[in-house]
């Protein structure tokens, strides 16, 4: 039993340098502000400075793995996510999902020509697949592609996708055959620009604009846009989401729950600070111990995964342990700031310039998103313990 | 990155695994649930066979682990004794085994370690009493006393003991007892001592875990050479008391598995209104919330083994996260496996209680969950700056 990760040798020095440089040097001021998770900026100039960033970090030679056919060094690969986490700007642009399902499922042609331009940030894609009337059930999904000479003819309505106010792409899954269910879908390339697609960006409980509507009217997309083949949709879209799990989770600035005691030492409570409060410590302590069990269920995954043994209650159990114990940290760094916890951003009262309340209200975005709670029990309940399935009602 | 059992891990399991089912099933327990003893000696002379005393005694004293981690190793077996709900003296052994082993003078090593690793004999660790295991909370005195007796012969400077230890694991069996006492301004000193030895008694506490028998340990002028002192102090208790947290979790980890297994069978075989009830969505969704609960309990114990076996800077932290979480989890989890039962699970012939009698004292022992996660949260405030990110 090991849980080591190799130290990245010396010699690696250099090549953290080079790209520490070029970061320094091309990493734009933007008039955005940054915030906990998958966010997108508001204005079109940040969206321009950062396409501009991430094409010179392409230029210079650095490029993930996901972007590409072949593998790169690991240990290259290591720096470069930690040095493009640490510069404290998106290096991608868009949602990234459909490189999993290009390089899984794509041809040479639509890899060569999709996969390069999302790394140097000259594609920004979204996501469409969620209806308003299919979230969890996605399978139920309505927006319909009718073949029509070499086209599909889309018409349908789609949400929950981000950046979709930005993207050049989309990842789109429509019902293109005469079957009900997963069968029926087909995963589509939408060219963005394609007259008869109206983008509405919506507002969520955090004020910000992370997600759109999309409206299709009969837009017209070429059958040559098929990721995969007709029919695969579903097969093509549960692909590329188990890709997508296994890197949820972390979050930039550093162990919560050393965040959150000093949360506890900058906050009165009775007469003392609360981080001298019986209760507080106590809680903080459960917070902490559920904090570092979330990395050891992320080390047997890998683990798991190594060994081909993944079970299909491993990737539900992450995702809810992270994102409940998400939104447990940031409602327990409220309640240490009492009332204080009123003020937010931009007010000269507020607690770290209101991050928390921020973090708060988006952390409902992860029990939601990528399956919600609900979803993912049922996924460990009825695939991983094998109890029934859940009845279907008419559709 | 590794996270898991090897081959001879697993196969280590699955010998321990076959011999107690064969030998000590759960059923097997229930004549004597209530019987003044219930530890038998002939199958734990069996286990040492299998390994269970022998992973943290050196070979020289006829022990040997499988691999070259021996706490991980003994986690295979922590969890399978704490699957059968196993009521023999296992964590006393061990941490009894490491203390000589690791701190233990040559001649005390030599003179204990080769029996308790053959299994011909065991020990019993003797923290304290009431409440948290602290210093304040030890209630055996040592006085400094001249003419004493040594167990080799002769006479010179030793202790005499007084005062009582409670709740020790087979105390009323154990052949050899490591006693924390208190001496002059408090010092910490740990002593071995003899069943044999005059003044030394002990009383079965009646008690609520009906698989495993707790006793108080009565030291009335107990006189002991100063050749049986293991030196190290508190040192010593401290590393006690972390492989004691590890084995502990261990044990509860394998317990909650069976009784999760079998709550998740029962639910999948009864019928009401028609169905199973184990197709209600209320019933699965509990029992996804148990699995969840169960994997980290799971990870937090092997962790832990890992951290402490092989002196990871933060096995400090891994020990407290397994005991603020582990114990209390266990516990949970019999609560919803016994009203998940229903009528049936509050029946005495069923056995959903006993592992609830079972959790709740490893909910207790070696510090409450409220007391480690008190300690990791002083060892996350230590790590946090003043200011700025962590």
Redesign the interface.
């Known amino acids: ?5 190799p130290a990245i040798p010396e010699s690696y020095d250099r090549y953290r340098a080079a790209l520490r440089s070029v970061i320094a040097a091309h990493r734009p001021t933007l008039v955005w502000r940054q915030r906990a998770g998958v966010r997108v900026p508001d204005l079109a100039e940040d969206v321009e400075k950062l396409r501009v960033y991430a094409r010179a970090i392409y230029d210079a030679g650095y490029v993930l793995d996901r972007f590409r056919t072949e593998r790169g060094d690991p240990y290259e690969q290591r720096i470069l996510e930690q040095e493009l986490s640490a510069a404290g700007v998106p290096h991608i642009l868009g949602n990234p999902l459909v490189s999993g399902a290009l390089r899984l499922f794509g041809t040479d042609e639509q890899r060569a020509s999709y996969l390069p331009a999302i790394a140097r940030g000259e594609h920004i894609w979204t996501q469409l697949f969620s209806e308003p009337d299919a979230g969890s059930d996605l399978t139920g999904l309505r927006t319909r592609g009718t073949e029509d000479g070499d086209d599909f003819v889309v018409v349908g309505q789609k949400v929950w996708s981000t950046w979709a106010q930005w993207a050049d792409y989309g990842y789109l899954l429509a019902r293109t055959e005469p079957v009900d269910g997963s069968g029926g879908i087909t995963a589509f390339v939408v060219d963005m620009r394609t007259p008869g697609i109206d983008v509405r960006p919506l507002r969520e409980i955090t004020g910000t604009t992370d997600f759109n509507e999309v409206f299709f009217d009969e837009v017209r997309v070429p059958a040559s846009n098929i990721i995969g083949a007709r029919g695969e949709g579903w097969k093509i879209a549960q692909a590329s989401l188990i890709e997508e799990r296994s890197g949820v989770g972390g979050g930039a ?3 919560p ?3 959150l ?2 949360v506890a030492r900058q906050h009165r409570r009775g007469d003392g600070a609360a ?1 001298e409060d019986g209760a507080v ?2 809680h ?3 917070l ?3 904090s ?2 979330q990395r ?2 992320g ?2 995954i ?3 995964a ?2 081909g043994e993944i079970s299909a ?1 491993d990737a539900p ?1 992450s995702k ?2 992270w994102s409940e114990l998400n939104l447990e940290i940031s409602e327990t760094a409220l309640a240490l700031q009492g009332p204080r916890s009123l003020a937010t951003e931009g007010d000269a009262l507020s607690y770290e310039d209101g991050r928390w309340q921020d973090a708060f209200l988006y952390a409902r975005a992860w029990t939601i998103a990528g399956g919600t709670n ?1 979803i ?3 996924v ?3 695939r ?5 399935r ?1 009845p279907r009602g008419q559709r | 990155m590794d996270f898991g059992f090897n081959e001879e891990q697993d196969l280590l399991r699955e010998t321990s695994r076959r011999f107690l089912a064969e030998r000590q099933p759960v059923a097997s327990l229930r004549p004597r649930i209530e019987a003044p003893d219930i530890f038998d000696p002939e199958i734990w002379r069996h286990g040492a066979e299998l390994g269970w005393t022998a992973m943290l005694i050196p070979a020289e004293f006829g022990g040997g682990s499988l691999t070259g981690q021996p706490l991980v190793d003994l986690m295979v077996l922590a969890e399978e004794l704490g699957r059968v709900l196993n009521p023999g003296p296992f964590v006393g052994c061990n941490v009894v085994a490491d203390a000589l082993a690791r701190s233990g003078r040559d001649l005390q090593a030599k003179t204990y370690l080769p029996d308790l690793a053959a299994g011909a004999t065991t020990a019993a660790w003797c923290l304290s009493g009431d409440g948290a295991p602290v210093v304040s909370a030890v209630e055996v005195r040592a006085t400094a006393e001249s003419e004493v007796e040594a167990e080799g012969g002769g006479t010179g400077d030793g202790w005499r003991l007084d005062g009582v230890s409670r709740y020790v694991h087979e105390g009323s069996s154990a052949a050899l007892f490591l006693v924390v006492a208190l001496g002059e301004g408090d010092r910490v000193v740990n002593l071995l001592v003899p069943r044999t030895a005059a003044g030394l008694s002990s009383r079965t506490v009646t008690g609520l875990d009906l698989t495993r028998r707790f006793s108080e340990v009565t030291f009335d002028g107990v006189r002991v050479s100063a050749a049986n002192e293991v030196p190290g102090g508190w040192d010593v208790v401290e590393r006690c008391l972390a492989v004691a947290t590890v084995l502990q979790a261990g044990d509860s980890v394998g317990a909650a598995e069976v009784l999760f297994a079998a709550t998740v069978d029962y639910l999948q075989r009864r019928v009401q209104f028609g169905r199973t009830i184990a197709s209600y969505q209320a019933i699965k969704h509990r029992l996804a919330d148990l699995s969840m609960e169960l994997e980290g309990m799971r990870v937090a114990a092997e962790y832990a083994a890992l951290a402490l076996g092989d002196g990871f800077d933060d096995a400090p932290e891994a020990v407290a996260t397994a005991g603020a979480y582990v114990g209390d989890a266990f516990s949970h989890l019999c609560g919803e496996a016994l009203q998940l039962h229903g009528g049936i699970g509050f029946t005495w012939e069923h056995d959903v209680h006993l592992f609830s009698r079972r959790a709740k004292a490893n909910q207790v022992l070696f510090g409450d969950g409220s007391w480690h996660r008190e300690r990791l949260v002083r060892l996350v405030e230590a790590a946090t700056g003043a200011t700025g990110e962590a």
């Not at chain 1, 039993?1 to 990760?5: A, I, L």
């Not at chain 1, 991983?384 to 029934?388: A, Y």
């Open positions: 039993m090991d849980v080591d990760v600035g550093g162990d729950i050393q965040r005691v000093r981080i410590r106590q903080l302590g459960l902490a111990a559920r570092r069990i050891h269920l080390q047997r890998a683990t798991k190594a060994r209650a159990t809810i342990w609900e993912m029990r049922n460990i309940a009825e991983g313990l094998g109890l029934p859940e």
